[in-house]
Nanobody, 118 residues
Framework: QVQLVESGGGLVQPWGSLRLACRAP???????????ITWYRQAPGKQREVVAA???????TYADSVKGRFTISRNNSRKTVWLQMNSLEPEDTAMYYC?????????WGQGTQVTVSS
């Protein structure tokens, strides 16, 4: 059983920054390093969409809408994946979730709310 826990969301003004964390508190470090982690977001009335992903080897991918503003990274010893979000826009307002698939089973965290508003 994989548990993912997100944190770091909040209310921020446009052009502000937030850093989200996705932790796997029950994982063993040697197992966590094999996880590929994806950040998704879902705004009210919209479908859930991919924001950024990081593979077990550290390869990263980003949605076009966040390229150059968001950075995904990982620290395997801390069993954590970070999503650094800069130059936030009102359109980034959403619930952010982290996700992984292990042995064909999909795991989601509970989500953390990001609201960008003046």
């Amino acid at each position: 059983q994989v548990q993912l826990v997100e944190s770091g969301g909040g209310l921020v003004q446009p052009w502000g920054s937030l850093r989200l964390a996705c932790r796997a508190p029950r994982a063993i470090c040697s197992v966590f390093r094999d996880y590929s982690i994806t950040w998704y977001r879902q705004a009210p009335g919209k479908q859930r969409e991919v924001v950024a992903a990081i593979s077990d080897t550290g390869t990263t991918t980003y949605a076009d809408s966040v390229k150059g503003r968001f950075t995904i990274s990982r620290n395997n010893s801390r069993k954590t994946v970070w999503l650094q979000m800069n130059s936030l826009e009102p359109e980034d307002t959403a619930m952010y979730y982290c996700h992984t698939t292990q042995y064909g089973v999909v795991y989601w965290g509970q989500g953390t709310q990001v609201t960008v508003s003046s």
